[in-house]
């Protein structure tokens, strides 16, 4: 996120809709009333977080498209 961590939650979010897209999502609670405090993916073999367009279009070229141009190229080249 380039150290913007207004988008956080954005991010979380794509990162979420993704696994439940591809793959497993565990959840962990905590608490009485049950709030989250941790979570896991997990994806196949071959299969990987936003590689593909429709995994992307999932909320992360929004994140992205909010990112600094420096970021955005890190991202893209590296």
Known sequence: LGGDM?????????SIRVT?????LYIITVGQDKRIGSTASWF???????DS???RALGYNEVFA???????NW????
């Open 6 to 14: 207004s988008l956080q939650r954005d991010f979380c979010h794509a």
């Open 20 to 24: 439940a897209l591809e793959d497993e």
């Open 44 to 50: 196949r073999p071959g299969k990987g977080l936003f």
């Open 53 to 55: 367009e429709e995994q």
């Open 66 to 72: 909010k990112l600094s141009p420096q970021t955005q």
């Open 75 to 78: 991202l893209k080249h590296t």
